[in-house]
T-cell receptor
């Protein structure tokens, strides 16, 4: 059974903290994605990685960075968390080419 | 701004009625995918369309990809309460690998 696992289901952080969201996939997929989901706005792409150490900015990269040191792991970093980054964060992976994306269960982050 | 638009944002239907959601892109899509997210869940892949004008069916669900590969639709015949959730389209723009989602259509079905 294919799996994308996000490190936390719920997270509460303080404004200004550095926050790490981790995502691991066990399908040997080349592509990995980080999205945030907000009511009425759907899924907005933050960053995309198509290979180890390779990344591309999505639609809303400001305030975020990513790290992909190993193929199976894709980390999203909030350098200095702000309240407007309170959201549901979804990680996904897919193999190269026009294939389906598999999603993790999501991390609901609250910044207070 | 968002390059893949979806309408309507919300739809309430009576069980047994039909439902359609529409997806439009400002640029040509290499392919279009559809996902369903149940309340409290994560998006789950339903189907992919690749060819211009393609139509695919899954039981009561019919998916279409426009001739110009800029629009798509999902039609559900005779909705059931199990159809409740948010339906997203997602496309790859300009032959890239980045997957861009529409805003989603939240379907609510009254029994």
């Amino acid at each position: 059974d294919v799996k994308v696992t996000q490190s936390s289901r719920y997270l509460v952080k303080r404004t200004g903290e550095k926050v790490f969201l981790e995502c691991v996939q066990d399908m040997d997929h080349e592509n990995m994605f980080w999205y945030r989901q907000d009511p009425g706005l759907g899924l907005r792409l933050i960053y995309f990685s198509y290979d180890v150490k390779m990344k591309e900015k999505g639609d809303i990269p400001e305030g975020y960075s990513v790290s992909r040191e190993k193929k199976e792991r894709f980390s999203l970093i909030l350098e200095s968390a702000s309240t407007n980054q309170t959201s549901m964060y979804l990680c996904a992976s897919s193999s190269r080419g026009y294939t389906e994306a598999f999603f993790g269960q999501g991390t609901r982050l609250t910044v207070v | 701004g968002q390059q893949v638009m979806q309408i309507p944002q919300y739809q309430h239907v009576q069980e047994g009625e039909d439902f359609t959601t529409y997806c439009n892109s400002s640029t040509t899509l290499s392919n279009i995918q559809w996902y369903k997210q149940r309340p409290g869940g994560h998006p789950v892949f339903l189907i992919q369309l690749v060819k211009s004008g393609e139509v695919k069916k899954q039981k009561r669900l019919t998916f279409q990809f426009g001739e110009a590969k800029k629009n798509s639709s999902l039609h559900i015949t005779a909705t059931q309460t199990t159809d409740v959730g948010t339906y997203f389209c997602a496309g790859r723009l300009n032959a890239g690998n980045m997957l861009t989602f529409g805003g989603g259509t939240r379907l609510m079905v009254k029994p």
